[in-house]
């Protein structure tokens, strides 16, 4: 049974680095949560490391753009690991080979220009047009504003008739934009593998993102004890479930995508919150309403 805590106060004396969720956790898409802010403040002032680990399709110099915008401090993080890095590594290994098709909105272009120091490209990597394409990658929906997964229904089925496979930069199948849900690349890697497609994800909650993680973090202070690393986020089946498949401890953020589901207002309801778990067959090691 998960514990619901107060604040992170509580038992972040158990943890020398956090592996922390951004969107539904850190910042809603256009501005920063104060009290989590304050909170990652705390954690840092006290020593620990903040690893920032986002489904983001974007590499991670985008990343740090974007956060500069929405105003999310430098002082609350000390690295960050994206399924843009993790899926832009993929892609330059030849996962999906080196003519590829990019199926998402322009702001994404960063996906390939953007290359950390310890990515590179190995294959030679050219973007082509659909027709001519050896696979996808998708980093979203062109106009996650008004688009659904099914207006790109006609375009995934020309790729699974020609045996493409798609990378996916962000298996998030949906966010929260302020008061807005949206869908992501998670949900037209999930149409595409029903149809048929081979998908082919690196982001939360499979192991490459937190491969990722953990070269970074050692990078900051050298080896942590894993016993000491608590992933956290909102999404129960990205940030718990792959903390779990890593065998990491969890904080879950009840108050972001399963508000309505757990009864959240400052803090969750535990008879709602403990159905919502069971159904999702999840079992955090911690629970609260909004980090703080």
Known sequence: MTRIIERLDDISDRYDALFVDLWGCLHDGYR????????L??????????????????????????????????????????SGDSAQAGMMRGAVGRHVYHMGPPVDESFFADTADDITDEVGITRVPLTEAEGIVCTGLEDDETETPEDYRAQLLYAKNAGMKLLCA????????GDKRIFCAGALAQLYTEMGGKSLYFGKPHPPIYDLARRRLR???????????????????????GATGEN????????GLAR????????????????YLAEAQQSPDYSIGHLR
């Not at 990343?63 to 430098?74: A, C, D, S, T």
């Not at 900051?220 to 004890?225: A, H, N, S």
């Not at 990491?248 to 108050?255: W, Y």
């Not at 757990?262 to 008879?271: A, F, K, L, M």
Request: glycine share 8%.
């Open 32 to 39: 920063p949560f104060p009290d989590a802010v304050a909170a």
């Open 41 to 82: 403040e705390r954690f840092k002032s006290g020593g620990g490391k903040v690893v920032l680990l986002t489904n983001s399709p974007r590499p991670r110099a985008a990343v740090i753009r974007q956060l500069e915008k929405i105003g999310v401090p430098r002082a609350t993080w000390d690295d960050i690991a994206s």
């Open 260 to 275: 309505a589901e757990t009864g959240t207002d400052r803090q969750p309801d535990p008879d709602r919150l403990e159905a």
């Open 219 to 241: 990078a900051l202070d050298g080896p942590v004890d894993e016993s000491r690393i608590l992933c956290m986020g909102d999404g129960i089946a990205t940030d718990i479930q």
């Open 170 to 177: 962000n298996p998030d199948i949906v966010v929260d934009r």
């Open 248 to 255: 990491l401890d969890s904080l879950f953020i009840s108050g």
